[in-house]
């Protein structure tokens, strides 16, 4: 029932996960340029950080290297008291008060 998964199918996959990710940080930065509002600005590098952590995650899978994971833990920290900093900017006009 169970059978081998072929290295070059898993590879590839990976390849093209990575381009897709890459591919939507672009866009989401399109979005963190033209706004409209700051609230679109901070959703979408809440976004371009979560794709960030997704890269990182799909290259550990890739060079079959655990130290990316941590990266991508830091990374995922980082972006979520970044995201909690900035959001509370945004609606109170200070971080800390």
Same mark, same amino acid.
């Given at each position: 029932?169970? !059978?081998?998964?072929?290295?070059?199918?898993? !590879?590839?996959? #990976?390849?093209?996960?990575?381009?897709?990710?890459?591919?939507?940080? &672009? +866009?989401?930065?399109?979005?963190? *340029?033209? @706004?409209?509002?700051?609230?679109?600005?901070?959703?979408?590098?809440?976004? #371009?950080?979560?794709? &960030? &952590?997704?890269?990182? &995650?799909? +290259? $550990? *899978?890739?060079?079959?290297? @655990?130290?990316?994971?941590?990266?991508?833990?830091?990374?995922?920290? #980082?972006?979520?008291?970044?995201?909690? $900093?900035?959001?509370? +900017?945004?609606? !109170? @006009? !200070?971080? *800390?008060?």
């Amino acid at each position: 029932m169970s !059978e081998a998964t072929d290295p070059a199918v898993l !590879e590839t996959t #990976i390849r093209a996960a990575i381009v897709v990710v890459s591919a939507l940080c &672009v +866009f989401c930065s399109y979005r963190v *340029i033209r @706004g409209p509002t700051d609230p679109d600005r901070v959703v979408a590098l809440d976004a #371009i950080a979560t794709n &960030v &952590v997704a890269i990182a &995650v799909l +290259f $550990a *899978i890739q060079t079959d290297r @655990g130290l990316f994971l941590t990266v991508s833990l830091v990374l995922a920290i #980082i972006a979520f008291i970044a995201t909690v $900093a900035v959001a509370k +900017f945004v609606t !109170e @006009g !200070e971080v *800390i008060q």
